[in-house]
Nanobody
Framework: QVQLVESGGGLVQAGGSLRLSCAAS????????MGWFRQAPGKARVFVAA????????YYADSVKGRFTISRDNANNTVYLQMNSLKPEDTAVYYC????????????????WGQGTQVTVSS
């Protein structure tokens, strides 16, 4: 069993930066691949970034490549999403989740979702 709590969201102007954190409880965090997803109002939840359990492999949606960086600290059971050069289209609720298996890119392959944190980017 893993519990996830996201934080770090807020209101930022276009071009600004935010760092999201996802604190996990549970013994299996250090051996779990993790992902970040986002959901804008009226839209489906979509993949943003993912990281393997060791941190050795990372994956990004094309829309955030070069702007967002995912990382993790297994000693502190936390995964991060550094978001730079934010755009209004990045506005969404951001969720972290534990990957159960299969493709990194599909929400259905993840379990143990957090409650989400709101990111709003003003133009």
């Amino acid at each position: 069993q893993v519990q996830l709590v996201e934080s770090g969201g807020g209101l930022v102007q276009a071009g600004g930066s935010l760092r999201l954190s996802c604190a996990a409880s549970g013994r299996s965090f250090s051996i779990s691949d993790m992902g970040w997803f986002r959901q804008a109002p009226g839209k489906a939840r979509v993949f943003v970034a993912a990281i393997s359990w060791s941190g050795g492999s990372t994956y990004y949606a094309d829309s955030v490549k070069g702007r967002f960086t995912i990382s993790r600290d297994n000693a502190n059971n936390t995964v991060y999403l550094q978001m730079n050069s934010l755009k209004p289209e990045d506005t969404a609720v951001y969720y972290c989740a534990v990957r159960r298996g299969g493709s990194y890119y599909y929400p259905s392959n993840y379990g143990y979702w957090g409650q989400g944190t709101q990111v709003t980017v003003s133009s």
